[in-house]
């Protein structure tokens, strides 16, 4: 089974890693207060359950006060060595668009929010945690399918192998059938001669009979 999930795991993984890349974007984002600057990650073979978990995880790591609401992931007052040593807010929103699920990252330094052009070091390092964040919820989404595709498969598995024990089981009775009429046969064949024997047995019997019948005649 360990090589079956190997397996599984090598094709679906091949398959990301040749077409799927996890990619970072600049773009205004809506949050419940506002239109914001945001670093915008999209996540290939994205699992909403998983991605809701990472990102749980992810904003916690921030280092500020965590809460959620209404589909929000807010960091307060968190810091970060290579964010300088001020203190900043983090917001972030799980985007869905058809099948599609981005996350995107607005961040308040104290008066302007986080932007490509004017914050270039510490926009270096939330979109790279950004990118690292996409590509474990894109790796653990797939490794939910590939769990689910090998639940499936051990499955198949065995029904494979209850149809061949069924196969052996029903070759065994055939045998047994077959062993029955065999017998079966034999007894007819020795049934019909011990009944050509007992018609044999009898028509002396009635030739007997028929002499001592005989015998009443001639008493005078």
């Known amino acids: 089974m360990k090589q079956l999930t190997l397996f599984i795991a090598t094709m679906l993984l091949t398959t990301w890693a040749a077409g799927q890349e996890v990619k970072t974007s600049n773009e205004k984002v809506s949050f419940s207060h506002g239109s914001f600057d945001a670093i915008v990650v999209t996540i290939p073979y994205a699992n909403k359950d ?18 959620s609401s209404k ?57 790279s945690r950004a990118k690292k964040f996409g590509q474990s919820a894109a790796k653990e989404s797939v490794n939910g399918m590939i769990e689910l595709e090998t639940k499936t498969l051990k499955k198949l598995t065995g ?8 196969i052996e089981d029903s070759k065994k009775d055939i045998e047994d059938y077959k062993k029955k009429i065999a017998d079966a046969e034999q007894k007819i064949k020795d049934d019909e001669a011990a009944t050509q024997k007992k018609e044999g047995e009898i028509g002396t019997q009635t030739t007997k009979l028929g002499e001592v019948q005989e015998l009443l005649k001639k008493i005078k």
């Open 50 to 67: 998983v991605v809701e978990k990472e990102l749980k995880s992810e904003m916690k790591d921030w280092g500020g006060k965590y809460n």
């Open 71 to 127: 589909g929000e992931y807010t960091a307060k007052e968190a810091k970060m060595k290579a964010m300088g040593e001020k203190y900043f807010d983090g917001y972030a929103k799980i985007i869905e668009n058809g099948s599609e699920i981005k996350v995107a990252f607005a961040v308040d330094l104290g008066g302007a929010y986080l932007n490509h052009n004017e914050h270039k070091e510490q926009h270096k390092e939330i979109e």
């Open 159 to 166: 029904e494979k192998e209850d149809l061949l024990k069924d």
